[in-house]
């Protein structure tokens, strides 16, 4: 059974920080991809941290660069995304993909992170 179960969210408020963990389980977790997205009411999901495919280089997107880094601990089966200086913007739930390659990925149930004063 491929679980991947992310957890750490809650309410923080503006300008504070949270660490997500996600924790995988089912497959071979070294040999996959590891990245974060998020999604907010009414909106597309968007990419927020990612492992490129091949290695240990990070990409981030534009509004959480310099704010958010995503880290993998393969001994334990969990990828983190430690968020500091969180803004209201940051309000969405969070999810854990886990990529293979194009064609074959995992999803996981997400976290809600509220950033809210």
């Known amino acids: 059974q491929v679980q991947l179960v992310e957890s750490g969210g809650g309410l923080v408020q503006p300008g504070g920080s949270l660490r997500l963990s996600c924790a995988a389980s089912g497959f071979a977790f070294s040999r996959y991809a590891m990245s974060w997205y998020r999604q907010a009411p009414g909106k597309e999901r968007e990419l927020v941290a990612a492992?490129?495919?091949?290695?240990?280089?990070?990409n981030y997107a534009d509004s959480v660069k310099g704010r958010f880094t995503i880290s993998r601990d393969n001994a334990k089966n969990t990828v983190y995304l430690q968020m500091s200086s969180l803004k209201p913007e940051d309000t969405a739930v969070y999810y854990c993909?886990?990529?293979?390659?194009?064609?074959?990925?995992?999803w996981g149930q997400g976290t809600q992170v509220t950033v809210s004063s």
């Open positions: 993909k886990a990529a293979r390659d194009s064609y074959m990925y995992y």
């Open positions: 492992f490129t495919s091949g290695g240990s280089r990070t």
